[in-house]
T-cell receptor, first 116, second 115 residues
Framework: AQKITQTQPGMFVQEKEAVTLDCTYDTSDPSYGLFWYKQPSSGEMIFLIYQGSYDQQNATEGRYSLNFQKARKSANLVISASQLGDSAMYFCAMRGMNTNAGKSTFGDGTTLTVKP | DTEVTQTPKHLVMGMTNKKSLKCEQHMGHRAMYWYKQKAKKPPELMFVYSYEKLSINESVPSRFSPECPNSSLLNLHLHALQPEDSALYLC??????????????FGPGTRLTVL
């Protein structure tokens, strides 16, 4: 079974500052992918960043980086230089390779509010 | 073109109506998905199609009937729905379903209201 835990229901950050959104996971699959998605109030899920379980380096995509600590089973999202448009719900998700192939497991999400 | 389109954007239907949701992608992806999402909750997987064949059905009631006419199109046929089926229905696609090493691209969703 796969499980994603996001312990922060809501987060606030000042514009232009960095923020970390927490994500821990549990899985029996030896290899898996970890993903972060952004969902604005409009509803569309926007893919942000991906980390493979065998990747040695942390993933980065523009202002987004993923702090991957495999031994601790954590995959935190770091957003640098927050912008007002970053206000949205953020979901951490994982997909396994074997027993759970094809299924994405999502966390409960974190609502981020960027204050001007 | 990294886009998944869904129609309609909004749908209001009665419990006796029959309607269909449509999803289309032109990224050459071989896996397509339907999710149901309630407000402020994570998406719940409903169906997975891999190479146009249904590979996962998450015990979804038969009033929801998926169809994959070709590799670019995915439909969700709705019949005799209940008010608790009101939700955002999201379609997604990915290169493959059998690996966790590729991201899913989501459409904008259809907001369904069942009266």
């Amino acid at each position: 079974a796969q499980k994603i835990t996001q312990t922060q229901p809501g987060m606030f950050v000042q514009e232009k500052e960095a923020v970390t959104l927490d994500c821990t996971y549990d899985t029996s699959d030896p290899s898996y992918g970890l993903f972060w998605y952004k969902q604005p109030s409009s509803g569309e899920m926007i893919f942000l960043i991906y980390q493979g379980s065998y990747d040695q380096q942390n993933a980065t995509e523009g202002r987004y980086s993923l702090n991957f600590q495999k031994a601790r089973k954590s995959a935190n999202l770091v957003i640098s230089a927050s912008q007002l448009g970053d206000s949205a719900m953020y979901f951490c998700a994982m997909r396994g390779m074997n027993t759970n192939a094809g299924k994405s497991t999502f966390g409960d999400g974190t609502t981020l509010t960027v204050k001007p | 073109d990294t886009e998944v389109t869904q129609t309609p954007k909004h749908l209001v239907m009665g419990m006796t109506n029959k309607k269909s949701l449509k999803c289309e992608q032109h990224m050459g992806h071989r896996a397509m998905y339907w999710y149901k999402q309630k407000a402020k909750k994570p998406p719940e997987l409903m169906f997975v199609y891999s190479y146009e064949k249904l590979s996962i059905n998450e015990s979804v009631p038969s009033r929801f009937s998926p169809e994959c006419p070709n590799s670019s199109l995915l439909n969700l046929h709705l019949h005799a729905l209940q008010p608790e089926d009101s939700a955002l229905y999201l379609c997604a696609s990915s290169q493959e379903a059998s690996t966790g090493y590729n991201e899913q691209f989501f459409g904008p969703g259809t907001r369904l209201t069942v009266l």
